[in-house]
């Protein structure tokens, strides 16, 4: 069975930082893309980094320079890490890995930023 377990959501002030973890199933991870989305309140799921079974990575601009993408392979992980975090980041966080026209979802993660 296939399952992405997202944790590492909460809470935290304006400009502090957050690292999100996606543990994959091993069938999946070494072959898949793997992504962070997220999803804000009343408004539709965005595509905020993805990473390569090869190691490229991409970013959308408003998150560029703040937020960083990684993999352990050996941990079938994937990470995202959150720095210079504002309110406008706030969405449920959600770990996507694609293979071909393939998509599995994981069941997202909160992160709020509020003083």
């Known amino acids: 069975q296939v399952q992405l377990v997202e944790s590492g959501g909460g809470l935290v002030q304006p400009g502090g930082s957050l690292k999100l973890s996606c543990a994959a199933t091993k069938s999946i991870f070494s072959i898949s893309t793997m992504g962070w989305y997220r999803q804000a309140p009343g408004k539709e799921r965005d595509l905020v980094a993805t990473i390569t079974s090869g190691g490229s990575t991409n970013y959308v601009d408003s998150v560029k320079g703040r937020f960083a993408i990684s993999r352990d392979n050996a941990k079938n992980t994937v990470y995202l890490q959150m720095n210079s975090l504002q309110p406008e980041d706030t969405a449920v966080y959600y770990c996507?890995?694609?293979?071909?026209?393939?998509?599995?979802w994981g069941q997202g993660t909160q992160v709020t930023v509020s003083s």
């Open positions: 996507n890995a694609a293979f071909g026209t393939i998509r599995w």
